[in-house]
């Protein structure tokens, strides 16, 4: 895998994990049922702890936006390294015809100085289209990447509405003051995780 893939992914799986970062403050509640080995430990904060890898990893909506964006990068690499290779191909037959040219100079091979001039005109030309061509190239990498981080947006987008929409309907009676991603919670007693509760329902809403 190249460097830019490497870095491509990264930031994807950073922007996604960001979103579910979350803060709930809330007035309290009813309080709800926990399970009884939770009541056996005692006392619970009105506190809940979700595993935002296993979100990513198993919530169908995370992913298939993932597969998403992953197959519109893949398509815009594709793209982009067969341009640049047909590009590099002119440059590098373009190089030989200059040098051609030079070698005829420093020879005297050509009968005129018209034509001479002739070809180096030709040779300008072409010179002038390979520019065109390469800001054209590079305006492409730009469009698509854009694009891409356009997209990156959008679905991350619709992963936090999605997932935000269910835990306020989760705590619409107000039991949790809370809801914390776990790479926030340096320690944590068994009981507070709802990571598969959610996963469970998240996955029946989206299916739906």
Known sequence: MNKISIIVESILAAAVVALFILFFTVTPGKKKPVSQDVEAAGEMLPIAIINTDSILKHYTLAVEAQDRLMSQYEESTVKLDTKAKALQKEVETFQKDLLDFQRKVE?????????????????????????????????????????????????????????????????????????????????????????????EALNKRYNK
């Open 107 to 199: 020879a005297g091979a050509f009968l005129s100085r018209e034509r001479a001039e002739s070809e180096q005109a030709k040779l300008q030309k072409k010179e002038q289209q390979l520019m065109v061509k390469q800001q054209d190239l590079e305006n492409l990498r730009q469009k698509l990447s854009n694009d891409f981080m356009n997209q990156q947006a959008e679905l991350t987008q619709q992963l936090q509405d999605s997932v935000q929409a269910y835990l306020r309907e989760l705590n619409a009676d107000g039991h949790y003051h809370l809801i914390l991603n776990d790479a926030v919670v340096m320690n944590k007693t068994a009981g507070y995780d709802i990571t598969d509760e959610v996963i």
